[in-house]
């Protein structure tokens, strides 16, 4: 997170991908846009747990080192309270992408121009 606040202090937009399994992560990601001025929109990405574990088994040099262990443990956490909105995300990237993208202009976060890249491996 200290990143981020860096970047946001640069005047650069910032995108947090992380598991922020925890309403006290959640809250430590809203806080750095807080204290930097800047506006805070959480999306949260679910999918059905087969689909969670097939996507992570099928990765092959990943950044990621979740494997089917992880995902299971994942699953299995008290998320607390959730403030962010939750994005169906079992479709393909394109369809998840919309979603967000949709979300986003809902909230007037996101220029209707604004260029938007899916990462190959969503």
């Known amino acids: 997170l200290a990143r981020a606040g860096a970047a946001l202090a640069a005047g ?6 992380a598991v922020f399994a925890t309403t006290a992560e959640r809250q430590a ?3 750095i846009a807080r204290q930097m ?9 679910a999918a059905d747990p087969g689909i969670l574990m097939a996507r992570v088994a ?12 992880v995902v299971e443990r ?13 994005l169906e995300a079992g479709s393909g990237a394109a369809d998840v992408l919309g979603r967000a993208r949709a979300a986003l202009n809902a ?16």
């Not at 650069?12 to 991908?17: E, G, K, P």
């Not at 001025?37 to 990405?45: D, E, I, K, R, S």
Request: hydrophobic share 45%; no cysteine.
């Open 37 to 45: 001025g800047v506006a805070f929109h959480g999306l949260w990405l």
């Open 107 to 122: 909230k007037g976060a996101l220029a209707p121009e604004a260029p938007m890249m899916p990462s190959p491996a969503v």
């Open 58 to 69: 099928r990765r092959r040099n990943d950044a990621s080192d979740a494997d089917v262990a």
């Open 12 to 17: 650069h937009a910032v995108i947090l991908d």
């Open 29 to 31: 990601a809203e806080d």
């Open 74 to 86: 994942q699953l299995s956490y008290d998320l607390g309270a959730m403030t962010w909105q939750r």
